[in-house]
């Protein structure tokens, strides 16, 4: 088909979709992109807008206004909810349905309750800026419902944060909680004593950060406990009940429970009969096109793609990026008719977590950092990757006032959220 008249639909304008249709620029055909959401949205540092240092306008852009210069594509605010892939098309949540000839899925993932979606009402993920606004408000509000009550029993629930998953999300998590109890938010609660505040980081396998090449996981764990979490390992939570989390042999009682652990592919691959691996993931061809149908492809955290080892890559923002521009280039370019396909390779340029205040980890190309050093990389380069001068000269303002004055610069309740 001539490229002209050709249309290419975008589901998903996070890293990977925003990608894709940044390499399209100069296509010549129609390109849309479709995102339930108006913006795209800098997941890494979601956790700081949960933990009141980052505002949600920081961390976030409207989609509209980044592809602002890319006269090719439209840009569609919708949940697509089907994938009719016999005759081209989609369906939209209102009912329209939009035909395309080419399709990208880049959906990114959910997070996994591993069968107990029940506790999700209790055990919130931190996924979108309305999850982390809820979470921000538990927080606060938990600390202002300790600072009146006298009952030592619902001072304690109140004053209990329980972080499950230990990768590096529930690990930011956790240290930026025990940041604002022990010291950002007591200076401002006369009542709240340090020791009443106890932060459980809870982990179903033997360690934390498990992505991370060792010591960076112990490290990780004796800066934790500095700051006084409880980490736990080997405990798989058997539970959840408003207020509660059940372990094997322990209940915990408190008002701020945290969900970070692991995550699975969306309901919309259903609608594509594909292997997938034990997460839901379909399982891609090298090129990220889908088998069996050769104009879909599949990108980011929604997509199994194998390395050369065999292993699927991690879900990581980098991973989704470069598969975005990779897969961009071959829709610009047209795919190859002799028969070679292209094979993505991934760049691995490392990974780090933060751990509290002013400390972090690091794994860059096979040299381990921790602590202050790290921490200043992991600042650099996250400053950089947001999108756009306002957002990275704001933010670098924040965390100089943060970590000059102690002080979290958005500590608003703004929607009396349930937290008792
Ligand atoms: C709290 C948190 C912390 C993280 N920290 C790091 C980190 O430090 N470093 C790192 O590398 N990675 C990190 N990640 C992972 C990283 O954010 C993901 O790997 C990355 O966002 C994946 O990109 P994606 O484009 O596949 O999906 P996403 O960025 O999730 O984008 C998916 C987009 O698709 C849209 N969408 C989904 N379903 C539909 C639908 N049916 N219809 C229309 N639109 C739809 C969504 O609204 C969203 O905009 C973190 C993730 C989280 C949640």
Avoid at 223 to 236: A, I, Y
Wanted: charged share 25%; glycine share 10%; hydrophobic share 45%.
């Amino acid at each position: 088909m001539d490229k002209r008249n050709e249309h290419i639909v975008i589901i998903g304008g996070g890293f990977a979709g925003l990608s894709v249709a940044k390499k399209l620029k100069k296509y010549p055909g129609r390109v849309s992109i479709i995102d339930k959401s108006n913006h795209h949205l800098f997941q890494p540092l979601l956790y700081q807008v949960a933990t009141a240092a980052l505002s949600p306008g920081d961390i976030a852009a409207p989609i509209r206004a980044i592809l602002g210069k890319h006269s090719r594509a439209r840009v569609l605010l919708g949940e697509v909810e089907k994938i009719d892939s016999g005759n081209h098309s989609l369906s939209l949540t209102d009912g329209r349905i939009i035909n395309y000839d080419k399709l990208v899925l880049a959906p990114g993932a959910k997070y996994n309750y591993f069968g107990n979606d029940d506790w999700e009402n209790n055990a919130p993920g931190l996924k979108t800026i309305g999850d982390a606004l809820k979470i921000r408000e538990r927080i606060l509000l938990s600390l202002e419902e300790a600072e009146q009550r006298e009952e030592p029993w619902l001072r304690k629930a109140f004053l209990t944060y329980v972080i499950i998953g230990g990768g590096p999300t529930g690990v930011e998590m956790a240290g930026a909680i025990a940041e604002i109890a022990r010291r950002s938010m007591r200076y401002n609660f006369q009542n709240l004593k340090e020791e009443e505040i106890r932060i459980f980081l809870i982990e179903a396998t033997g360690g934390i950060l498990n992505g991370f090449p060792e010591p960076l996981g112990d490290k990780g764990r004796k800066m934790l406990e500095n700051l006084g979490v409880k980490v736990l390992t080997n405990s798989p939570v058997t539970g959840i009940e408003k207020n509660k989390v059940f372990l094997k042999d322990e209940v915990i009682e408190t008002a701020n429970i945290i969900w970070a652990a692991g995550i699975k592919a969306p309901p919309l691959l259903d609608s594509i009969p594909a292997e997938k691996d034990r997460l839901g993931r379909i399982i891609v061809n090298q090129d990220l096109s889908i088998p069996n149908y050769l104009d879909i492809f599949l990108l980011g955290d929604a997509a199994h793609y194998k390395d050369e080892a065999g292993n699927p890559l991690p879900a990581l923002a980098s991973v989704a990026s470069q598969q975005g521009e990779f897969l961009g280039e071959i829709l610009a370019g047209g795919l190859p008719t002799n028969g070679t396909k292209p094979v993505f390779k991934y760049v691995d340029k490392g990974q780090m977590a933060t751990v509290g205040r002013a400390k972090a980890v690091a794994d860059i190309k096979g040299f381990k950092f921790s602590g202050f050093f790290a921490w200043f990389l992991w600042s650099a380069v996250h400053i950089l990757l947001l999108i756009g001068f306002r957002n990275r000269l704001r933010v670098f303002i924040e965390w100089m006032w943060n970590y000059f004055t102690f002080k979290r610069g958005v500590q608003l309740i703004t929607d009396r959220a349930d937290c008792k």
